[in-house]
């Protein structure tokens, strides 16, 4: 054993071991002193624990014959004369003599060095016996932190190290701790070790039993408790003998169902079923609620409901300002219904951009017709049974979305609104779309089997209409179900109007504000709707009248002012500066700079096409996120140029010896379609002839290898566009002369018109060649 002298502390209730770390408050002089001493010492000390902890007077009779050495790892001084120390503890220590130095005490001692070497067989077994124990100690007491004690005791092989370790989480009294701390011999320890171990094992083993009892017991009185309630809730439930209760019930409302005898006798099958199935079992809620949902269906035919169309019209004219060719053919299709006795016309399809009206025109339809209104949105289905429904043999089955519809309208002749019908999807789950065919098909509807009715149901009677975004997106076997009507984008000065007679009431209403707080400038409103929003619908503009009356609302209820107009020069008050800004046209010329047309979901607008020549190899560069019909489109253009270099005078071979850059600006907006075709051929033709293009010409056609120029669409939204961005000439195709109709005459009269039908037509006029 080694031999030291050491500055000495006397602990009060402090438990310590070898290895571990520690944190304890000094005050006492006398270890204040010792401490101070210690950092002379290469910050060692001996702490020594005091039989009597209550006192504080330090007495060597009242102090231990083994403590621990100690490396003094970190002090902190405290605001009341103290000191917080940190140790790591190294070894037990053997006191052999304590001196009084004055104030402090020094004490004397031999170090326990616990080795591994020469271990006997005797101490390997006391080891081993000591960690099955502490094993089964911890599965008892069945703790997280125990288990991961044990992972560390088994890799400790000296029995007093072990014994050391195990004390903490034994839980022993801090006097009980002590004293074996200070027993030397090693069977002695593991003596008094294995007493408390064993001590706590039969302690915790009663422990456990007693709860498990307990538990049991709980369990069992739970149990008869909640069997006892069932019993009276069955006992309610069961029906009397006589045959009264919902059994009987079912079977008066079947025999006033107006469905064939086949149909009834297998109800009739799941009734007495029914009545032989326990009340609580989960089969009986099964057959219960197929029954119910049978005898909830209206299936009495009923009377065909009236059309005014003098109120039809009434409703259309209240409810939505302009389309009046949308009007006139729903006024057509219900003029048709009133003279039919059968809806074997083809279903409406409302096909126009978001927020134009699609929705609400069904409901004024519904209104019109004297109809129950149902909407079901089918975008994003994927799941043929959503239509269809589930066969009885799935858990949770039900009907499909149609027959829920028609129980919820209770009626079996709603407007039945298919809203979002280009969006419809399809996956390994089926094909909603197919599945729809039959729904929509006058022929078949009559009959439509619903897999969890398992009986046809008539849905001849019911007005299905549908909507869209796009058309291209609908599967051509639906689309051929449905005559579709395009509902087109407002014009500015419709929206204005829709703002005056719809929307400002609708959002004052909805803030609390009348006519006598906020009013609306017609130049205010025509600013909002030309540099605040891109829609061809309504919804932006109505977001933004009600975020000004959320403005106007604060300012008036913080009396700021009583009365609030809002014009032209305040808007910006209310909606920050302008969000749109759009290209003016001027007189100047440019060349390989050319004005094109686009139509979008949110309407039409300028295009510019860029075309620059530089020497090189004959590439083609293509820059402005353009899809592959617009790249297509490029190609056939200058395809088409190369035809006629002798008409440009230009070298025959520049396609091989010049390198050609066509940009279109926005980069990051992708663009496609064919409709840009003239304007990239004029764009090329002008940069490589350097004949400069009047900025004030816009243009709009598709362009064939032979130069002729072909139809394209959206032709009201781009003359639109053009007169809102005062450009004074626009070239059209000449198939398109026949669409000019749908052009709002003041549109018609700020644009000079061309029609043309060839690209030499267009090399004229923008070139001025005779």
Same mark, same amino acid.
């Given at each position: ?214 538990? &049991? %017991?709980? #369990? $069992? /009185? ?6 006892? =309630? *069932? +019993? @009276?809730?069955?006992?309610?439930? !069961? ?12 079977? &008066? %409302?079947? #025999? $006033? /169902? ?6 009834? =006798? *297998? +109800? @009739?099958?799941?009734?007495?079923? !029914? ?496």
């Amino acid at each position: 054993m080694e031999n030291l002298t050491l500055p000495a502390i006397a602990t009060r209730d402090l438990s310590l071991i070898t290895g571990m770390n520690a944190n304890f408050d000094v005050a006492r002089s006398a270890s204040l002193m010792a401490l101070e001493e210690s950092v002379k010492e290469e910050s060692m000390i001996i702490l020594i624990a005091q039989r009597d902890s209550d006192k504080d007077e330090i007495e060597i009779e009242n102090l231990r014959e083994v403590g621990v050495l100690a490396k003094i790892t970190n002090l902190i001084r405290l605001p009341y004369n103290a000191i917080k120390v940190s140790i790591k503890v190294l070894n037990r220590v053997k006191i052999n003599k304590y001196e009084q130095h004055d104030p402090y005490l020094v004490a004397s001692g031999d170090i326990i060095n616990y080795s591994n070497d020469n271990l006997t067989d005797k101490e390997v077994a006391m080891t081993n016996v000591l960690k099955e124990k502490f094993s089964e100690f911890s599965s008892l007491k069945m703790t997280g932190n125990d288990f991961e004690i044990l992972s560390f005791l088994n890799n400790i092989k000296n029995p007093n190290e072990l014994i050391d370790m195990m004390i903490p989480p034994l839980g022993v009294e801090f006097d009980k701790f002590q004293d074996i701390l200070c027993i030397l011999d090693s069977e002695e320890r593991y003596k008094e070790v294995y007493k408390i171990i064993e001590n706590r094992i039969v302690v915790l083993s009663l422990e456990n039993e007693i709860e498990q009892d307990v538990k &049991e %017991k709980m #369990e $069992k /009185l739970q149990k008869e408790v909640y069997l006892r =309630e *069932k +019993i @009276e809730i069955l006992q309610e439930k !069961l029906q009397d003998s006589d045959g009264s209760g919902a059994g009987s019930n079912y079977l &008066e %409302k079947l #025999e $006033k /169902l107006p469905i064939k005898e086949e149909f009834k =006798e *297998k +109800i @009739e099958k799941e009734i007495d079923r !029914l009545k032989l199935i326990p009340v609580g079992s989960s089969e009986a809620g099964v057959i219960q609620t197929y029954i119910e949902t049978i005898l909830d269906l209206p299936w009495e035919k009923e009377e065909k409901p009236d059309i005014n169309l003098k109120e039809a019209q009434k409703i259309l004219d209240e409810d939505h300002y302009g389309l009046k060719e949308v009007k006139e053919r729903i006024i057509e299709y219900l003029s048709v219904l009133k003279l039919t006795d059968t809806l074997k016309g083809p279903i409406i399809c409302l096909v126009g951009p978001p927020g134009v009206g699609k929705t609400s025109i069904a409901k004024a339809i519904a209104k019109a017709s004297d109809r129950k209104f149902v909407r079901l949105s089918v975008g994003g289905t994927r799941d043929e049974a959503e239509i269809t429904g589930h066969r009885r043999t799935y858990i949770g089955a039900m009907p499909g979305r149609i027959i829920t519809g028609i129980a919820q309208a209770k009626s079996n002749t709603p407007l039945f609104l298919l809203d979002e019908i280009d969006k419809i999807g399809s996956d390994f789950k089926g094909d909603p779309a197919s599945a729809l065919l039959e729904v929509l098909d006058p022929e078949q509807n009559s009959n439509f089997s619903d897999h969890y009715l398992e009986i046809p149901f008539d849905l001849s009677e019911v007005l299905f209409v549908a909507t869209a975004n796009n058309i291209a997106t609908i599967p051509p076997a639906l689309l051929d179900r449905m005559e579709v009507i395009e509902i087109p984008g407002y014009l500015p000065k419709e929206k204005v109007e829709i703002a005056k007679r719809h929307l400002i009431k609708k959002e004052m209403e909805e803030h609390g504000l009348t006519k006598e707080n906020l009013s609306f400038t017609t130049a205010a409103l025509t600013k909002i709707v030309t540099d605040y929003t891109l829609e061809s619908g309504v919804r932006q503009l109505e977001r933004l009248i009600a975020k000004i009356c959320r403005k106007c609302a604060k300012k008036i209820v913080a009396d700021e002012e009583g009365k609030i107009e809002v014009t032209v020069k305040n808007l910006h008050e209310f909606l920050g500066k302008e969000l749109l800004t759009f290209d003016k046209q001027g007189n100047k010329k440019h060349v390989g700079k050319v004005t094109g047309l686009a139509y979008t979901s949110y309407g039409g607008d300028t295009l510019k096409i860029e075309a620059v020549i530089t020497d090189g190899k004959g590439h083609i560069e293509l820059t402005g996120s353009l899809g592959d019909v617009m790249q297509e489109s490029a190609k056939t253009a200058l395809t088409y140029v190369r035809t006629i270099v002798d008409k440009l005078k230009v070298d025959k071979d520049f396609y091989e010896k010049k390198d050609i850059h066509i940009h279109v600006p926005e980069g990051a907006t992708p663009k496609d379609g064919p409709s840009a075709g003239i304007t990239l051929a004029t764009a090329i033709i002008s940069a490589l002839t350097k004949m400069s293009v009047p900025e004030d010409i816009a243009m709009t056609g598709e362009i064939t290898l032979s130069g002729d120029v072909l139809p394209i669409g959206g032709l009201r939204e781009k003359l639109l566009a053009a007169s809102r961005a005062r450009v004074k000439k626009v070239l059209i195709p000449k198939e398109n002369i026949k669409d000019l109709e749908e052009v709002p005459d003041d549109i018609k009269e700020t644009l000079e018109i061309v029609p043309v039908k060839h690209m030499m037509d267009v090399y004229k006029i923008i070139f001025k060649e005779d």
